[in-house]
Nanobody
Framework: DVQLQASGGGLVQAGGSLRLSCAAS????????IGWFRQAPGKDREGVAC????????YYADSVRGRFIMSRDNAKDTVYLQINTLTPSDTAAYYC?????????????????????WGRGTQVTVSS
């Protein structure tokens, strides 16, 4: 049974930081690209970052580049998303997903389609 467990969300003031984690089980973790996505109320889910399976390469959405840093520890089957300089527009449920097997390394990995497994979200709320 595949599980992706996101954690680390919370309520933070604008300008603050959070570190999200996503722990995986039931998959061969280093076979998969891992993506972080977010969904604000009334909006579509959007990709914010993804990381390659083994070499640490990353893509970021334009809206978060320079503020978000994604990393992974394959020994712990865990990925991280360091979120800095938070603004109220970052308020959303954040989800991690695993997929990308057989996909070329491309910015299309920021879309939802390549991902096979999804975890439950962790809520990030930024107050102004």
């Amino acid at each position: 049974d595949v599980q992706l467990q996101a954690s680390g969300g919370g309520l933070v003031q604008a300008g603050g930081s959070l570190r999200l984690s996503c722990a995986a089980s039931g998959i061969t973790f280093d076979d998969y690209v891992i993506g972080w996505f977010r969904q604000a109320p009334g909006k579509d889910r959007e990709g914010v970052a993804c990381i390659a399976s083994t070499n640490g390469a990353t893509y970021y959405a334009d809206s978060v580049r320079g503020r978000f840093i994604m990393s992974r520890d394959n020994a712990k089957d865990t990925v991280y998303l360091q979120i800095n300089t938070l603004t109220p527009s970052d308020t959303a449920a954040y989800y991690c997903a695993a997929g990308g097997s057989g996909s070329a390394w491309h910015t299309s990995l920021l879309s939802l389609a390549p991902y096979d497994y999804w975890g439950r979200g962790t809520q990030v709320t930024v107050s102004s």
